[in-house]
């Protein structure tokens, strides 16, 4: 079993930054992918951006330039570093951690609101 635990989301105004991080625990192996979703009221979830163990990023259209994934495997973390905020950025943010194959764990989420 995995735990997820999100932290560093809250009110921001447009155009301004934030860093959110995930802590993992449990049985985490040394290959996987960990990953930030979001999820704004009335939509689906959606993949915001992916890091692979290896370091390998993948991100979504809307965030590219914007938000940078990084991570710490020592340390069992991923950060989502999101810059010029825009109010379309306003959802709940996941993170997940993938591996083994068929293996899926999410956080709680952590509420991001863009708002002047």
């Known amino acids: 079993q995995v735990q997820l635990v999100e932290s560093g989301g809250g009110l921001v105004q447009p155009g301004g930054s934030l860093r959110l991080s995930c802590a993992a625990s449990g049985s985490i192996f040394s290959r996987n992918v960990m990953g930030w979703y979001r999820q704004a009221p009335g939509k689906e979830r959606e993949l915001v951006a992916s890091?692979?163990?290896?370091?390998?990023?993948n991100s979504a259209d809307s965030v590219k330039g914007r938000f940078t994934i990084s991570r710490d495997n020592a340390k069992n973390m991923v950060y989502l570093q999101m810059n010029s905020l825009k109010p379309e950025d306003t959802a709940v943010y996941y993170c997940n951690v993938r591996q083994l194959g068929t293996q899926s764990y999410w956080g709680q989420g952590t509420q991001v609101t863009v708002s002047s």
């Open positions: 890091i692979t163990s290896g370091g390998s990023t």
